[in-house]
């Protein structure tokens, strides 16, 4: 449930698998469906399969350009030194590369949307200065963000949570859909103010 009603960032949270970047990614969708002039900037992360199995990550713009985020086998030169996260290598590099010039704050920007700001994203040095960079630039965000283990938030989440214009989404399977028509329907409004 969300844990509030208002304010111009929604963060979005769940279990592994729960449907985070579907519902970005239709959110996403039914915005530029429904008025082609807004003016969105951002990312979102997609899974890598192979069969069943999750091989890795990549980062793709909302203008379907993408790059590696993390992967299970990398041959790349340096790939050794890469951080890791569980069995995956993080390419932060290439990360980087595609990411952060979509975080660049313009005064014309209506949205940011930001899939996700988990641990992976933040090995990146950069990363989350332009997190607060755009939060600081009172445009609106829908974002994801990895639900606590063991009951503790990574840092800069629990940063993100506590803001003031924060209102947190939790998914499950059994209420997905109905959020995203919640969330759709708040950003709307929101934008629609603008």
Same mark, same amino acid.
């Given at each position: 449930?969300?844990?509030?009603?208002? !304010?111009?960032?929604?963060?979005?949270?769940?279990?592994?698998?729960?449907?985070?970047?579907? =519902?970005?990614?239709?959110?996403?969708? /039914?915005?530029?469906?429904?008025?082609?002039?807004?003016?969105?900037?951002?990312?979102?992360?997609?899974?890598?399969?192979? !069969?069943?199995?999750?091989?890795?990550?990549?980062?793709?713009?909302?203008?379907?350009?993408?790059?590696?985020?993390?992967?299970?086998?990398?041959? /790349?030169? !340096?790939?050794?030194?890469?951080?890791?996260? !569980?069995?995956?290598?993080?390419?932060?590099?290439?990360?980087?590369?595609?990411?952060?010039?979509?975080? $660049?704050?313009?005064?014309?920007? *209506?949205?940011?949307?930001?899939?996700?700001?988990?641990?992976?994203?933040?090995? /990146?040095?950069?990363?989350?200065?332009?997190?607060?960079?755009? =939060?600081?630039?009172?445009?609106?965000?829908?974002?994801?963000?990895?639900?606590?283990?063991?009951?503790?938030?990574?840092?800069?989440?629990?940063? =993100?949570?506590?803001?003031?214009?924060?209102?947190?989404?939790?998914?499950?399977?059994?209420?997905?859909?109905?959020?995203?028509? $919640?969330?759709?329907? $708040?950003?709307? *409004?929101? =934008?629609?103010?603008?």
């Amino acid at each position: 449930m969300a844990a509030g009603s208002s !304010g111009r960032f929604f963060l979005v949270t769940g279990p592994p698998g729960v449907g985070k970047t579907t =519902l970005i990614i239709r959110t996403f969708e /039914s915005l530029k469906s429904s008025n082609s002039a807004l003016k969105l900037q951002g990312f979102y992360t997609r899974e890598i399969r192979e !069969g069943r199995e999750r091989v890795g990550f990549e980062v793709v713009t909302l203008d379907g350009r993408k790059a590696p985020l993390a992967s299970t086998s990398t041959s /790349s030169p !340096g790939c050794f030194r890469w951080p890791t996260v !569980g069995k995956f290598k993080v390419d932060v590099a290439s990360f980087e590369s595609l990411a952060l010039p979509e975080m $660049q704050v313009k005064e014309d920007t *209506d949205l940011f949307i930001i899939d996700e700001v988990g641990k992976m994203e933040l090995f /990146s040095s950069s990363f989350f200065p332009a997190v607060l960079r755009i =939060l600081e630039s009172n445009i609106p965000v829908l974002a994801s963000i990895p639900i606590p283990k063991f009951g503790r938030d990574i840092p800069g989440v629990a940063r =993100l949570k506590n803001h003031p214009g924060s209102t947190v989404f939790t998914l499950s399977a059994s209420n997905r859909d109905a959020m995203k028509e $919640q969330i759709y329907t $708040q950003l709307v *409004d929101l =934008l629609g103010k603008k």
